[in-house]
């Protein structure tokens, strides 16, 4: 059987093209170090923000004072965008987890709570960076870091004069 022939048979033109085609990309790469430049491996950069706690200092700290007018604001703005409705009415967790836990995957300190709220988290958490202003953001940490101390405030002071939704 002639080559001609061979190819011109039904699927051998195909597979041999395939056969070709990886034979050429096999020669010009080398697997085990990845992509290179030059003789210096590509760092593994990744896309968009990496989940999980980054650096303290390189975040702004809360505005706002840690007293009672704060903490009684984010409880309000909890309740008001429905942070509720995933993480259960006194933050004790439902669809979304529990905010009353000690260990938390992507930290609990100040700036790494905002940067939660902001910037949102895998498997639900929306980036609410976009749609908050900042000073909501910072009183929702407040709120959120009186969870399961004696300043916890439950249920929110009605009397305390109601900021504008923006």
């Known amino acids: 059987m002639s080559f001609t022939s061979m190819v011109s048979k039904p699927g051998w033109g195909l597979a041999l093209a395939l056969l070709l085609t990886g034979a050429a990309c096999e020669h010009d790469r080398d697997v085990s170090h990845g992509a290179t430049l030059g003789n210096a491996p ?7 923000p990496t989940p999980g706690p980054r ?4 975040v702004a700290r809360n505005p706002f004072p840690d007293d009672a007018v704060t903490r009684n604001a984010g409880r309000l703005y909890f309740l008001r965008y429905n942070c509720a409705g995933c993480h ?5 967790g439902g669809m979304g987890p529990s905010l009353r836990d000690a260990d938390w995957i992507y930290g609990s300190s100040e700036a790494q709570i905002f940067d939660s709220i902001t910037q949102g988290r895998a498997h639900g958490m929306p980036a609410w960076g976009t749609k908050l202003p900042d000073d909501i953001a910072w009183k929702l940490v407040t709120y959120i870091r009186s969870l399961r101390t004696d300043h916890e405030p439950s249920p929110p002071d009605q009397s305390l004069p109601r900021e504008p939704v923006p």
Do not use: I, W
Request: avoid cysteine; charged fraction near 20%.
């Open 55 to 58: 650096d303290d200092a390189a």
């Open 42 to 48: 590509l760092p593994l950069v990744p896309l968009g």
């Open 88 to 92: 259960g009415d006194h933050a004790g």
